[in-house]
């Protein structure tokens, strides 16, 4: 399997495991509190990490990294985790799955500016088609139910944690492992909720074994693995178009939502998943052949020789 075939296959890995995190943080979110559901998945996540990290003897990174991998950890597993599961308590899966993933927009400005990567025409109108897919999602779910105002604030808040990690995440794989990486950042986003200890100490007792189960389910897959994919498949190619990926996650997270919370989704968010998978496939496009022709001419045009 070639290195661009295997870095679409751990980005697919990746947001459909992401997807079923929205569905197993409400169900875990009727025993156990935000802060509290943050850490003991975290604490999972960097446990599994730890262990592979520890048998592969992976290398740290520098130590000029330790700022954005701080960044990283507690923008995107700390804030995002708690501001996410607290949203949870008050709008469904698809919904907040469709309000977070506001987050790639952010990330291809974001990237765009401060990464260098540019705004390739073909990632502004994917990005532009698949965002209002996830509105039209957004909009089809809040018919069907009340949406709370505070609910709608903490997704765009983990949108924005979420956006700024991947950002600061995107130069640190040049020069450490994706699995390095995410164990790190898993581990200071654990630390972050350590505030929350006692609250988990006191609410696993009385927590159901099903909804203890999703925490277990959250810190081994949707952590510790699909961190990891994301990772690698982030190594391979730009933070924006790697972000237009999960665009993909509303419409799973909404048809998971209806398999397994019996959420039923409106017939309008599934034309709000075709418009999110349709904008996806075309914000991973690379430029159009012609742009590149046209590029490689120029580089090959030689110097002219008339003498004057």
Do not use: H
């Not at 810190?219 to 693995?225: K, Q």
């Amino acid at each position: 399997m070639t290195a661009p075939r295997r870095a679409l296959l751990a980005a697919l890995i990746t947001v459909s495991l992401w997807a079923s995190a929205f569905v197993g943080i409400r169900a875990a979110g009727e025993d156990l509190s935000a802060g509290a559901l943050s850490l003991g998945r975290l604490l999972v996540g960097s446990a599994v990490l730890g262990v592979v990290v520890l048998w592969r003897r992976e290398r740290l990174p520098p130590r000029t990294d330790l700022a954005p991998l701080v960044v990283c950890g507690v923008l995107w597993f700390g804030v995002y985790n708690v501001a996410l599961n607290e949203a949870e308590r008050r709008v469904d899966a698809g919904t907040a799955a469709m309000l977070v993933n506001v987050g790639p927009v952010l990330i291809a400005l974001l990237a765009g500016v401060m990464l260098k990567e540019g705004f390739p025409r073909t990632l502004l109108a994917g990005c532009g088609i698949a965002f209002t897919g996830a509105v039209v999602i957004g909009l089809a779910s809040s018919s069907a139910g009340s949406v709370g105002a505070l609910g709608v604030a903490l997704c765009l808040v983990a949108a924005a944690a979420y956006a700024a990690g991947v950002v600061a995440q995107k130069p640190l794989l040049d020069r450490s492992s994706p699995l390095m990486i995410t164990f790190l950042a898993c581990t200071i986003g654990a630390v972050v909720c350590l505030p929350f200890a006692p609250q988990l100490a006191s609410e696993i007792e009385p927590a159901s074994a099903e909804n203890l189960g999703w925490m277990l389910y959250l810190g081994v897959f949707p952590t510790a693995l699909a961190f990891t994919t994301w990772a690698y498949a982030l190594r391979t190619t730009s933070a924006g178009r790697m972000g237009s990926t999960t665009y993909l996650v509303p419409p799973l997270a909404v048809l998971m939502g209806w398999a397994i919370l019996d959420e039923t989704p409106p017939v309008l968010a599934l034309a709000g998943g075709v418009l999110c998978v349709a904008g996806a496939a075309l914000a991973r496009r690379p430029p159009t052949s012609r742009s590149r022709r046209a590029g490689a001419a120029r580089v090959r045009r030689p110097p002219s020789t008339r003498t004057r």
